[in-house]
């Protein structure tokens, strides 16, 4: 068994935190999980979705972290050596191979949507929020969005960046760019909630939000609870392996199950403070919270238009959404990356560019569907909102699936046991109930209901 990586190891294991975390934390936990929340009237959502991380995301996050740590290698290679260690079937490497196309997937639109933010810096600076209403803020966001050369500017822009730091690697890249940033990020968050909570409708947000209201579901259950599944996958980054390489990268004394609460904790911290500064915006400029993946792009604008120095302090905000949405991209590029060097010999500058260009193109499809291309859907939706519901809410529960199933079944009792370095205790015990029986039935049965399947056969 390997001890390290041949891409390298974090140096520290505070470092795999910092990037684990890195990649936990981004737009999908600022501008995901408010629109998604919003769409499915709040509190209801978010209890299905705090449920989620707890029961499937924490165990498949610890289950993806130790595969990773054994295998040391990209997500394909990793199963195809813990396939032959624990004698199970080869074709079990699809786990790997879903990942990459899954990863195409969300980066492509993933870019796409962190150029809005890229677009918003330059805006904020300029003023042009400045006394803005509800309207106006959504002019300015649809003047972006329709207007598909600037869309292609910045994407072109952010996968550039993307390249740059996967090119440079693990030490030198990934683990540099998140040390600062994100809790610059966080810092910039808790203002904005102080802020939101003196000048908005804060009552209402908490209300909205902590209030389940399961009315709300009526008539769309199925799919709100696979949305709140969905989005607890997204927003952990799991299911495509983008845990799992940076599993690979850290040293055998590190915790894996303290480590994955650590990082899911800090995950769902940022997306509920996210809530919380965007909800009180919403309700107090009378907006609808449903109003879709614009929602952060036309509400945060009046909040910074309003408030004292707000022109540098959004200029900011959306500085740092940038930096967090990097800090995710680049774990979607990674396996793939990783891949290419291991089994192409590729050096790693080449497979980056490579694997850049290739959603960079696919990318360009996303933003057209936003304008050019608007008359063009798949089931009622656009190609950019086809790949963010097919990803989530279908290819990254899968692949969880498969990593359960795996982790709980296929793998040896003693390999997770060694691996996970817990002992015969409870805990081990608990996250070993959890991979087995609770996380594939549950991921299992959100996706039959969503597709109406229980009702068909008369369960629902
Ligand atoms: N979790 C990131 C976010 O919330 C997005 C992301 C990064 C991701 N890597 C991933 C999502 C892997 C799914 C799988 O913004």
Redesign the pocket.
């Known amino acids: 068994m390997a001890v390290t990586s041949i891409h390298g190891m974090w140096s520290t294991r505070l470092a795999f935190i910092l990037a684990a975390s890195g ?7 600022i501008w ?1 999980f408010p629109y998604a929340a919003g769409e499915y009237g709040g509190g209801a959502f978010v209890l299905v979705y705090l449920i989620c991380v707890a029961a499937i995301g924490i165990p498949i996050m610890m289950a993806e972290i130790m595969l990773g740590r054994r295998g040391r290698q990209s997500p394909i290679n990793t199963m195809r050596t813990l396939t032959a260690q624990e004698g199970r079937a080869g074709s079990w490497q699809v786990v790997g191979w879903m990942g990459i196309v899954t ?1 195409f997937l ?1 980066l492509s639109f ?1 870019s796409v949507i962190a150029g809005w933010a890229l677009a918003y810096v330059f805006r904020a600076a300029a003023g042009a929020f400045n006394g803005i209403d509800g309207v106006a803020a959504g002019e300015i966001f649809a003047s972006l969005v329709g207007d598909a050369e600037r869309l292609l500017a910045w994407h072109t822009i952010f996968m550039a960046m993307v390249v740059l730091v996967v090119s440079r690697g693990v030490a030198s890249g990934l683990e540099k760019a998140v040390r600062y940033l994100m809790p610059a990020l966080f810092v910039l968050l808790v203002v904005m909630v102080i802020y939101a909570a003196s000048a908005g409708d804060f009552a209402g947000a908490i209300d909205y939000l902590f209030a389940p209201d399961f009315e709300k579901f009526k008539g769309h259950a199925g799919e709100a609870i696979l949305s709140a599944m969905g989005q607890a ?8 392996g ?1 845990i799992m390489i940076y599993g690979s990268y850290l040293g055998r004394d590190a915790s894996i199950a303290r480590n994955s609460v650590i990082v899911a904790s800090m995950d769902t911290l940022v997306a509920l403070l996210a809530g919380l500064a965007i909800f009180p915006v919403v309700f107090a400029n009378g907006l609808a919270p449903d109003s879709g993946p614009g929602l952060i792009f036309q509400t945060l604008p009046i909040a910074f238009g309003e408030m004292p120095g707000g022109q540098l302090f959004g200029a900011l905000f959306f500085v740092l959404l940038v930096f967090a ?1 990097w800090t ?1 991209a680049i ?2 590029l990674e396996p793939l990356v990783a891949w290419l060097v291991e089994n192409l010999s590729f050096s790693r500058v080449r497979a980056s560019i490579l694997a850049g260009l290739t959603v960079w193109l696919l990318g360009i499809a996303c933003l057209l569907s936003l304008n050019e291309w608007s008359g063009f859907t798949v089931f009622g939706k656009g190609i950019l909102d086809l790949f963010d519901f097919l990803t989530a809410n279908i290819l ?1 529960p899968l692949g969880g699936i498969l990593i359960a199933i795996f982790a709980g079944w296929k793998m040896a009792r003693a390999s997770s046991l060694d691996e996970l370095r817990l002992g015969e205790g409870l805990v081990y015990r608990a996250w070993r109930m959890l991979i087995r029986y609770v996380a594939p039935t549950a991921v299992m049965l959100v996706m039959l209901n969503a597709l109406g399947i229980l009702k068909l056969i008369g369960l629902d």
């Open positions: 990649s936990a934390v981004g737009l999908g936990n995901r990863a969300i993933y996958f997204f927003s952990l980054s799991l299911g495509m983008a949405a995710s774990s979607l990254l």
